[in-house]
């Protein structure tokens, strides 16, 4: 009689159970790594480099544009005046006058100022005989409008670009003797802005 046969035969079937279920447990994770082995590429693109343009105008002469001591009714004075774009991109452009009256005698309001582009048949201004951009009172002197965007008399210069303005200053004819001894002073202030993505 062996009573310790039947325990034996169960530890048996235990051991077998138990590496049987460690052999499934191993094949599971094992098939769940093979699903996360992916294929991956990467590549870039490199030198993307960006530079700001500039926008820069300056005038020439940057004083005495158009000066005319003594004058006296019917005295015209002409001058010329280079605009330039320094700047590598296009800019859009407007002129606005401010002139002096110290002494209360309003000679601004009496003086007259014509500005016109460059001679056609020139490079200078000789003949006068450009295009009229502005003619009035010397006082309200105007090519364009500077507010921001495109406006009505506006100038536009590409990037190292420049044009010739003509200026004509006139102490009418009509002036009478209480202009005698007035003065004036006028500064020409040039504003520009960019035109792209500026309409």
Do not use: W
């Amino acid at each position: 009689m062996d009573q310790s046969q039947p325990g034996r035969t169960g530890k048996r079937t235990r051991h077998l159970l138990l590496v049987a279920t460690l052999a499934l447990s191993m094949a599971t994770v094992g098939a769940g790594t093979y699903t996360l082995a992916l294929f991956t590429n990467t590549d870039a693109s490199t030198g993307n480099a960006f530079t700001v343009g500039t926008l820069v105008i300056g005038v020439s002469p940057t004083s005495a544009l158009i000066t005319f001591p003594g004058m006296v009714p019917g005295d015209v004075v002409t001058g010329t005046l280079t605009v330039t774009d320094s700047g590598n991109t296009t800019l859009r452009y407007a002129m606005t006058t401010a002139a002096t009256n110290t002494d209360t005698k309003a000679l601004r309001d009496q003086m007259t100022l014509v500005i016109k582009t460059k001679d056609t048949n020139t490079a200078g201004c000789t003949n006068f005989n450009g295009t009229q951009l502005y003619s009035g009172s010397l006082a309200s002197g105007a090519v364009g409008d500077p507010a921001v965007g495109s406006q009505a008399g506006d100038r536009t210069l590409a990037g190292g670009a420049s044009e010739v303005l003509c200026f004509r200053a006139t102490l009418p004819g009509s002036t009478t003797s209480a202009f005698q001894g007035a003065t004036t002073t006028a500064t020409f202030t040039f504003n520009a802005e960019q035109t792209l993505n500026n309409p």
